[in-house]
């Protein structure tokens, strides 16, 4: 993955995590996830 590759995968990833964090706790858990894993949940780690 090249450094452009890598830099527009970085942005996608920001814009999931910041629509995640909008959502509220309940629509959170409907979807099988916390707060506290919104990043695990994104960057898969």
Not at 22 to 31: F, N
């Amino acid at each position: 993955m090249n450094f452009r590759q890598k830099l527009v995968q970085y942005a996608i990833n920001r814009r999931a995590v910041r629509e995640l964090s909008r959502l509220s706790d309940h629509t959170l858990s409907d979807l099988g996830i916390s707060r506290s894993e919104i990043n695990s949940a994104v960057y898969g780690r």
